[in-house]
């Protein structure tokens, strides 16, 4: 049975935790959390009034862009929690797209190193990747809740 450890061989540079690791956490970042159930799910993303609404489950989160909403709906579709997004909106498109191409690899990935099992197995297979996933991109962290900012009100120096 193909495991985890080789699916990840695989995808290579396309692991979703290590894009995380390398593209994101070095930016200044916020903390977002969702309240969402840690376990798969098929985000939809709906434009409102009011910009964009992530549906994941039962639970809407507010996004105020749709590339926010198209970043979130990746962490969202692995049951992640808290995640840290990056506070110079210029880069979440980019990112976005790049985590979408990511999870794309994963499922295909995942695809080949299903057949010839029966559903169970391939089941059990994509809830321990996903499981994977989730857990290494927690330990990566979310950041801060605020990103800090050095701003000094001093005009003069002394």
Not at 21 to 26: F, K, L, N, Q, S
């Amino acid at each position: 049975m193909t495991g985890v450890s080789e699916i990840r061989e695989a995808i290579g540079e396309s692991w979703i935790p290590q894009i995380y690791a390398d593209r994101v956490r070095p930016l200044r970042t916020r903390a977002f959390e969702m309240d969402i159930a840690e376990r798969e799910s098929s985000p939809e993303i709906m434009d409102t009034l009011l910009g964009c609404e992530l549906k994941a489950g039962r639970v809407r989160v507010p996004c105020p862009t749709r590339p926010v909403a198209r970043y979130l709906a990746v962490f969202a579709r692995l049951g992640c929690r808290k995640v840290a997004v990056p506070y110079d909106i210029t880069q979440i498109p980019d990112l976005a797209d790049e985590f979408e191409s990511a999870w794309a690899m994963t499922e295909r990935q995942m695809a080949l190193a299903a057949t010839g099992l029966s559903p169970q197995s391939a089941g059990r297979l994509r809830a321990a990747l996903i499981r994977e996933l989730r857990t290494e991109i927690a330990k990566i962290g979310s950041g801060e809740l605020m990103p800090l900012f050095d701003t000094s009100t001093k005009q003069r120096k002394d």
